[in-house]
């Protein structure tokens, strides 16, 4: 079984910063896309980020140029770099990990943009 652990979410105020981190631990034979998706308050869950084990980032439009998505496969973790944070950006973030060729999720932290 996969546990994914996330960490770095908060409070910031728009045009601030913050990382996401996310490690995954457990019996793991393989992992394969890693990601970050989001949900607000009576909206469904969006991707906002994925990452391939040796691809392309790929992104949400509304996060392009403000957001950066890396991994570290020998620690199986994966970041989330937000830069120029706005108010919209608030919600829950998931870490994602394919791994064992299984879906697994985070439990979700909290980031809010506000003045």
């Known amino acids: 079984q996969v546990q994914l652990v996330e960490s770095g979410g908060g409070l910031v105020q728009p045009g601030g910063s913050l990382k996401l981190s996310c490690a995954a631990s457990?019996?793991?034979?393989?992992?394969?896309?890693m990601g970050w998706y989001r949900q607000a308050p009576g909206k469904q869950r969006e991707l906002v980020a994925v990452?391939?084990?040796?691809?392309?980032?790929q992104y949400r439009d509304s996060v392009k140029g403000r957001f950066t998505i890396s991994r570290d496969n020998a620690k199986h973790a994966v970041y989330l770099q937000m830069n120029s944070l706005k108010p919209e950006d608030t919600a829950v973030y998931y870490c994602?990990?394919?791994?064992?060729?299984?879906?697994?999720w985070g439990q979700g932290t909290q980031v809010t943009v506000s003045s």
């Open positions: 990452i391939a084990r040796a691809g392309t980032p």
């Open positions: 457990g019996s793991i034979f393989s992992i394969h896309n």
């Open positions: 994602y990990v394919r791994a064992n060729n299984r879906e697994n």
